[in-house]
């Protein structure tokens, strides 16, 4: 793996947990709208940097979204619980974006930040160990 590769991993790892932490302060300030938002997207920024340890990309969401599935959850690197959550993610996130009428509570807000919290660990330590 080229030292340059190695860096875009590192700078996504960063952005998943700058990500993550934003989207703590979002939810602790009532912003659950912008929460959701970023727990899904410190989840794109940790798969996606988990995708590159094998030389994969994607330019569209649904790219990264198809090849974690492929890449990761079919290999079982991950279990299929896991690759469930990501989708879930992505539609809640879907949802509270583009949707109208859409109702948000903190509970439910609070739950995804927890998961994706997990998620993001476990991800990471596989990027590690890639990386090792």
Sequence with gaps: MSPELKDLIRYR???ARETLEEARLMLENQHLFAAMNRCYYSAFYIVSALLLTD???SSKHSGIRALFHQNVVHSGL????WGAFYNQLCECRQKA???DL????????KEWFDKTGVFMRLIEEIILRKLA
């Design 13 to 15: 790892l960063d952005r």
């Design 97 to 99: 974006d583009y949707e």
């Design 55 to 57: 030389g994969k990309s």
């Design 102 to 109: 859409v109702k948000l509570n903190t509970e439910q807000i």
């Design 78 to 81: 991950v279990s299929q619980e």
